[in-house]
């Protein structure tokens, strides 16, 4: 009796050793290079339900599945979102666009085409805008969409100033429905990227948020949230783990050849590459540098290369009442140190060649909204250090570093955030620096630090980007005097009178072609003046397995956008 | 009546450590630099009125500790009216406060995620105990050997290997058998009985294993040492002399004592294995507290932080407390001094 309890401890090592012996068989297959490729095929090729467990887990899943095979895309991303309220929900913004619509769609970077609205026209003044509304569209849920319920979403979002994009319509004076087609905005001042502006305002239904408070609409998580009109419906969502849509039979385009979008959550891009690999999945949002080599080589994943809205920059210290030293403002300083910096190295060791040089603020994806007419600053450390010597800055005292006229050596900070790539290209900054004698030792430091350095301009150069709006009014922005102020987004204290004023123009300038010209001057002032030494225009990387989907537009600059899922098809 | 005394001084300290860490826990994130408006706020353009709103709803409009003006004014109540004490008035009333990113109640984004780390962190520490002890104790029985050697071995290399490598590693080479991340496939529910469970069971098999691996370890170590050392003991040599067999000297003698060091072990890796399960949960996209802290801190949400450290240190704290109870049971000789 009392023997068999020792046994049983026993017994159980030999078990958990065999346990140990099991997975090693498991593993054996895959661990030979030939027939790695083998299982992960089929899996992708078999229906998506049916990883089938067990035989126990066939008859739930397996039923509606072989009754009609729904195409279903799973895509591997690793963050779906914070919340299914789009009011406050930041983190995955492309798949908010698959729920709801908006009167005007973005298309593909740059590119906008009408959406709930076929067409418009403005009043002269600028102020009057009247949409004619499509006919006989539906909410998911079924109840009609018209022009009222446009104008009742349009004055919702003005009356309870949503933080997503409730400012977008900052200057909406006036939205109403004169008749069921046609509706009618009056602006209190005219807007000049008003096109714009409306890709973000989506249509919420009145079934869903009427009667909330400000309260209640912070709190709201429920999955009805979700409503809209667009292509896909929300059906089920876990938080950290999945999230299911099917596409919406009533679009008022036509139904997508995607029947079902199922999100799977994974905590590190490795692991996603991992799961794409294995055919888990047939999508993936990001795709680490370090795994861009690995899926190059895979017959069945496609690379999906595109521009981005993205800018990498060098930002120096243009505050009048910055820290950084006197010999930074000069012009000089600014134009050698632009000469330094070896761009094409930072994009070929950083970015492993997929990224642009970069020259103005507005990136090339922003289409004629870039002034192509910039000449960018070669790379030429010769031609800096002239320009240093012609300046008067002049290494007295032989220790490799420059002094300016009152002796003080050309001594800057130079930060960016803490991560494995910035590392490596303030590196590669501060060696072409120390090239023309300027002493510039790499610092990283965490997030938090960084910002928290921008309210004093506590800093002389600090290696940053940004994520940029398809329109150029926000890379713009950025430099005005006012943004500057606590919780504005002025990085580097830049402050120009005829710069501010012409920021003002724009704004209000209607025609395409004259504020067209005024984004270029201004593009072409922040060239001379140098608050930011432009350094990339970095690409966006995805990956689908191309054995299961084709079809996917990359001029949209994401495979997951909405147009993109309009146009994606499975294969055969 | 003496262990009476022994364990409510036990608790008294339990509860003081308690009291210690929910102060730090809150001066931790407020020195943190940067303004936490900054953080959940992600628009560029924002009207400063949105921000107030914003920043009035998280309680951040409020003084950290308390109010010098309306000190100085003689209004007391609202000088107090602070960050501090709202977080301790939350606490009593069992709120952790809302997250930054989705606005949800910590509690409730806790309380969803404990249980699915339970359940990793159970299966993969109780495969690991039962190996480590078995193999402990057969090392220290066989002490010497080359079955010993061979033990001590693949204890030393699993304590030391790092568990996100040894995590990719199995993931690699189980890719296409079994699934490289998440929790369950997608669509399927508790309510669809056996199936949900298989299929979960199917995701739990490469982060057990990965977790059972790296803490046998540390088990065989501990279990082999303490056997080890009871076996040079004058009392099992007397238990030889009176001709017991082996298996009664290792079982009534041996073990009894040998257990002591393994209950701590035990206690304190299921304390700190809430939160220690980060590395296995992030490799293998666990939906648990591991990653759910992994992702707060990218995403800076420090609400989320905030609760998962106090329920970490609960954990730890109770762990310790449960330990020290426990040996004052089974070790005759911890008595109160």
Not at chain 1, 40 to 61: D, I, K, L, M
Not at chain 2, 283 to 303: C, N, T
Request: glycine content about 8%; aromatic content about 10%; proline content about 6%.
């Amino acid at each position: 009796m009392r023997k068999t309890w020792f046994h049983a401890l026993l017994l159980v090592a030999v078990a958990g050793a065999l346990l140990l012996a099991a997975c090693g068989p498991t593993a054996e297959p895959t661990s030979a290079p030939a027939p790695t490729e083998a299982p992960a095929a089929t899996q992708a090729v078999e229906p998506t339900e049916a990883p089938a467990p067990t035989q126990a887990g066939e008859p739930t899943e397996a039923a509606p599945a072989e009754a009609e095979e729904p195409v279903t895309l799973r895509v591997g991303t690793t963050y779906i979102w914070d919340t299914a309220n789009p009011t406050f929900g930041w983190y995955n913004y492309a798949l908010r666009y698959l729920l709801y619509d908006t009167l005007v769609e973005e298309t593909k970077l740059a590119t906008l085409e009408p959406g709930l609205a076929e067409s418009w026209e403005v009043s002269e003044d600028g102020l009057v805008w009247t949409f004619k509304i499509r006919e006989g569209m539906t909410f998911n849920d079924g109840t009609p969409l018209t022009a009222e319920e446009v104008a009742w979403s349009l004055n919702w979002t003005i009356e309870n100033e949503p933080e997503t994009f409730g400012f977008y319509l900052a200057n909406f004076d006036e939205v109403v429905a004169l008749d069921p087609t046609t509706l009618q905005v009056t602006l209190s001042d005219p807007v000049g990227n008003m096109e714009y502006l409306l890709i973000y305002v989506w249509i919420l239904p009145q079934s869903v948020w009427e009667g909330m408070t400000y309260d209640d609409i912070m709190e709201f998580e429920d999955l009805s949230a979700g409503l809209g009109s667009g292509p896909y419906k929300l059906v089920d969502w876990v938080e950290g783990e999945y999230l299911i849509l099917e596409a919406n039979e009533d679009y008022f385009r036509d139904k997508p050849a995607i029947d079902r979008v199922v999100y799977q959550e994974y905590a590190t891009e490795d692991t996603m590459v991992q799961a794409l690999l294995a055919g888990e999945v047939d999508a993936i949002d990001t795709v680490p540098s370090t795994a861009i080599e690995t899926l190059r080589g895979e017959e069945n994943v496609e690379l999906a290369i595109m521009p981005s809205t993205t800018i990498d920059e060098l930002i120096i210290n243009s505050h009048e009442n910055g820290t950084q030293p006197a010999s930074l403002n000069d012009p000089a300083v600014r134009l050698a140190i632009a000469h330094a910096i070896d761009k094409q190295q930072i994009i070929n060791v950083a970015y492993l060649g997929y990224a642009d040089p970069a020259t103005v603020v507005v990136p090339t994806s922003l289409g004629d909204w870039h002034n192509s007419d910039v000449v960018d600053i070669p790379f030429n450390v010769e031609e800096g250090n002239t320009i240093l010597e012609d300046a008067g800055y002049v290494d007295s005292d032989d220790d490799g570093i420059r002094e300016d006229p009152d002796g003080n050596p050309l001594e800057y900070r130079l930060y960016a955030e803490d991560t494995a790539s910035n590392a490596r290209i303030l590196e590669i900054i501060s060696d072409g620096l120390a090239q023309i004698g300027i002493a510039a030792p790499p610092t990283v430091m965490d997030e938090d630090s960084l910002i928290a350095l921008y309210p004093d301009f506590d800093f002389d150069l600090i290696y940053w980007g940004w994520g940029l709006d398809p329109d150029p009014d926000f890379a713009m922005l950025i430099f005005g005097c006012d943004e500057r102020e606590e919780g504005g987004w002025n990085d580097s204290g830049y402050c120009d009178q005829e710069f501010d004023e012409m920021y003002v123009q724009q704004g209000i300038t209607v025609d395409h072609e004259a504020r067209r010209e005024l984004i270029w001057k201004m593009q072409e002032k922040l060239f001379e003046d140098r608050p930011y030494i432009m350094l990339t225009y970095p690409k966006t990387i995805q990956a689908y397995r191309s054995d299961r989907f084709t079809g996917f537009p990359v001029e949209a600059g994401d495979i997951l956008w909405k147009w993109a899922f309009l146009q994606g098809r499975p294969v055969e | 009546m003496e262990r009476g005394n022994y364990i409510l001084r036990k608790v008294t300290f339990a509860v003081v450590t308690l009291i210690a860490v929910l102060i730090f826990n809150f001066v931790l994130f407020r020195i943190l630099p940067g303004d936490p408006v900054k953080l959940i706020i992600h628009s560029p353009r924002m009207t400063r009125e949105a921000q107030d709103r914003i920043r009035s709803t998280f309680g951040l409009d409020k003084p950290i500790w308390f109010d010098a003006d309306q000190l100085r004014q003689g209004d007391v109540v609202g000088a107090f009216d602070s960050q501090f004490t709202a977080y301790i008035r939350n606490l009593f009333q069992g709120e952790l406060g809302i997250s930054f990113v989705s606005r949800r109640d910590v509690a409730d984004i806790l309380s969803e995620r404990v249980w699915r780390t339970v359940v990793l962190v159970f299966t993969g520490d109780l495969i690991a105990i039962v190996l480590g002890m078995a193999l402990g104790l057969i090392a220290a029985w066989r002490r010497g050997t080359r079955l010993d050697a061979g033990i001590l071995l693949w204890a030393l290399f699993s304590w030391a290997l790092p568990t996100f490598f040894l995590g990719i590693i199995l993931l690699v080479l189980a890719r296409g058998h079994l699934p490289v991340g998440g929790m369950v496939t997608p669509g399927l529910k508790p309510e669809d009985g056996l199936t949900y469970w298989l299929d979960v069971g199917k995701h739990l098999i490469l982060p057990t294993i990965t977790m059972a691996i790296v803490y046998t370890g540390e088990y065989i170590l501990i279990m082999r040492s303490g056997v080890m050392e009871v076996l040079t003991q004058d009392y099992i040599l007397t238990a030889k002399a009176k001709g017991l067999s082996t298996y009664r000297t290792l079982r009534d003698h041996a073990l009894k004592n040998a257990m002591l060091p393994m209950v701590t072990m035990i206690a304190l890796t299921f304390g700190y294995t809430v939160g220690g399960a980060i590395q296995v949960e992030t490799v293998f996209s666990w939906p648990g507290l591991g990653r759910l802290m992994y992702e707060a801190v990218q995403k800076r949400d420090y609400p989320v932080l905030q609760g998962s450290f106090l329920l970490l240190a609960v954990s730890v704290i109770l762990a310790n407390l449960l330990a020290e109870i426990l040996y004052s049971v089974l070790d005759p000789r911890v008595k109160p001094d």
